[in-house]
């Protein structure tokens, strides 16, 4: 398939639109469970502020998701705060979860910036980013057969 076709472009922003969104509700659940009942988790820094942080993150995925730049601009933004935040602990304290979270995030980073040129392709076409997703695929399959 062509690399110009608005349907990658639509695919790649609608992508990372999916992926933000995840990455906020797994964030919420975390600091939920860290709140109710596990103390390890409250002890990585999950809870209110963690909360805060999960329902921007949704915030910001549907903003890319309904073809908002500069909700990917402050997307590309606090993933960048994230992966230094998790760069400086991780040289502090040199644990393999902080290591994790922080090339995590600076993948997330990484994708949010290749799909830049993706989300000016699709304002100029006038065409919005793919809503679709392989789970919600999958379930609805299962669900009609």
């Not at 472009?9 to 659940?29: C, S, T, Y």
């Not at 998790?86 to 290749?114: G, N, P």
Request: glycine fraction near 8%; charge should be positive; aromatic fraction near 14%.
């Amino acid at each position: 398939m062509n690399e110009k076709s608005p349907i990658n472009h639509a695919q790649r922003v609608g992508k990372v639109a999916n992926l933000v969104i995840f990455l906020g509700i797994l964030g919420i659940i975390l600091s939920i469970l860290a709140l109710t009942m596990s103390q390890g988790l409250a002890n990585r820094g999950y809870g209110l502020g963690y909360i805060v942080i999960g329902l921007f993150m949704m915030g910001l995925g549907y903003g890319i998701r309904y073809r908002y730049k500069y909700c990917l601009y402050a997307a590309i933004v606090l993933f960048t705060i994230l992966s230094c935040n998790f760069l400086f602990k991780l040289f502090a304290h040199h644990t393999l979860y902080l290591t994790l979270r922080f090339v995590l995030c600076a993948w997330v980073s990484f994708r949010l910036i290749q799909s830049i040129s993706s989300m000016r392709m699709l304002i100029a076409t006038d065409a919005f980013p793919d809503r679709n997703n392989r789970f919600m695929r999958f379930l609805l399959r299962k669900k009609h057969s």
